[in-house]
């Protein structure tokens, strides 16, 4: 079992900034990519981000939606995940997700087997 928890998330103004943190506990050896994903209200699971975790060099990836604002690091002797946001716009208010990735497309939800609570991210106008 792999155990996933989110923190970090709030209410900033447009243009505002935050740093959202996962903590990975439990086994996770095999473990190939984590994922940042959101999801608004009504609205489907979106990918934000992702990042490779078994190479020494870490291989990114974000959709054009939020490519040049977000950012997303390791720290593997922390076994812990940041997703950087910089220049939040209101429609990146969403439930933030981290999940853990083993097999398929980086950008695909039902690739990733884990997943966090979710901390909620609100951008006000």
């Known amino acids: 079992q792999v155990q996933l928890v989110e923190s970090g998330g709030g209410l900033v103004q447009a243009g505002g900034s935050l740093r959202l943190s996962c903590v990975v506990s439990g086994r996770t050896s095999s473990r190939n990519a984590m994922g940042w994903f959101r999801q608004a209200p009504g609205k489907e699971r979106e990918f934000v981000a992702a990042?490779?975790?078994?190479?020494?060099?870490?291989?990114?990836y974000y959709p054009d939606s939020v490519k040049g604002r977000f950012t997303i690091s390791r720290d593997n002797a922390k076994n812990t995940v940041y997703l950087q946001m910089n220049n939040l716009k209101p429609e990146d208010t969403a439930v933030y997700y981290c999940a853990a990735h083993y097999r398929g497309s980086y950008y695909d939800a039902p690739s990733y087997d884990y997943w966090g609570q979710g901390t909620q991210v609100t951008v006000s106008s």
């Open positions: 990042i490779s975790w078994s190479w020494s060099a870490a291989m990114t």
